[in-house]
Protein backbone atom coordinates (compact mmCIF):
# COMPACT_ATOMS: atom_id res chain seq x y z
CA UNK A 1 0.00 0.00 0.00
CA UNK A 2 1.15 3.60 -0.71
CA UNK A 3 1.74 6.10 2.03
CA UNK A 4 -0.65 8.69 1.04
CA UNK A 5 -3.56 6.08 1.14
CA UNK A 6 -2.60 4.63 4.70
CA UNK A 7 -2.44 8.42 5.93
CA UNK A 8 -5.99 8.80 5.69
CA UNK A 9 -6.66 6.42 8.51
CA UNK A 10 -4.19 8.54 10.83
CA UNK A 11 -6.30 8.78 14.26
CA UNK A 12 -8.84 6.48 13.18
CA UNK A 13 -9.73 2.79 14.89
CA UNK A 14 -8.39 0.31 11.99
CA UNK A 15 -7.67 -3.04 11.63
CA UNK A 16 -4.32 -3.71 9.25
CA UNK A 17 -3.47 -7.23 7.69
CA UNK A 18 0.18 -7.10 7.06
CA UNK A 19 2.24 -9.14 4.69
CA UNK A 20 2.91 -11.39 6.81
CA UNK A 21 -0.08 -12.42 7.89
CA UNK A 22 -0.63 -10.59 11.08
CA UNK A 23 -3.73 -8.84 11.79
CA UNK A 24 -3.61 -5.96 14.27
CA UNK A 25 -6.35 -3.82 16.25
CA UNK A 26 -6.42 -0.13 17.13
CA UNK A 27 -5.94 3.42 16.67
CA UNK A 28 -3.19 4.19 13.64
CA UNK A 29 -0.59 6.75 14.43
CA UNK A 30 1.95 7.96 12.19
CA UNK A 31 5.62 9.29 12.63
CA UNK A 32 7.16 11.91 10.37
CA UNK A 33 9.87 12.74 11.92
CA UNK A 34 12.68 11.02 15.09
CA UNK A 35 11.85 13.63 18.07
CA UNK A 36 10.99 14.22 21.07
CA UNK A 37 7.46 15.34 20.17
CA UNK A 38 7.15 11.63 19.43
CA UNK A 39 8.40 10.30 21.82
CA UNK A 40 12.13 9.35 19.75
CA UNK A 41 10.20 6.68 17.86
CA UNK A 42 11.25 5.54 14.67
CA UNK A 43 10.65 7.90 11.54
CA UNK A 44 8.17 7.30 8.51
CA UNK A 45 6.81 4.40 10.26
CA UNK A 46 2.93 3.76 11.41
CA UNK A 47 2.12 2.32 14.87
CA UNK A 48 -0.83 0.62 16.68
CA UNK A 49 -0.94 0.38 20.37
CA UNK A 50 -1.05 -3.14 21.43
CA UNK A 51 -3.91 -4.58 24.28
CA UNK A 52 -0.62 -5.55 26.50
CA UNK A 53 0.70 -1.74 26.12
CA UNK A 54 3.52 -2.89 23.24
CA UNK A 55 3.82 -0.96 20.49
CA UNK A 56 3.17 -2.56 16.36
CA UNK A 57 5.19 -0.77 13.72
CA UNK A 58 5.17 -1.18 10.57
CA UNK A 59 6.00 0.79 6.91
CA UNK A 60 3.23 1.57 4.72
CA UNK A 61 4.67 -1.15 2.09
CA UNK A 62 3.85 -3.89 5.04
CA UNK A 63 0.26 -3.56 4.43
CA UNK A 64 -1.88 -5.67 2.37
CA UNK A 65 -5.11 -4.19 3.47
CA UNK A 66 -6.55 -1.65 5.93
CA UNK A 67 -10.27 -1.69 7.21
CA UNK A 68 -11.57 1.18 9.45
CA UNK A 69 -13.68 -0.33 12.31
Do not use: W
Amino acid sequence: MIITDLLEYVGKRVRVELLNGISVEGVLEYVPAYSEMYDFRKAKHFYIQLPDNNMCAFRSYHVDKVVEI
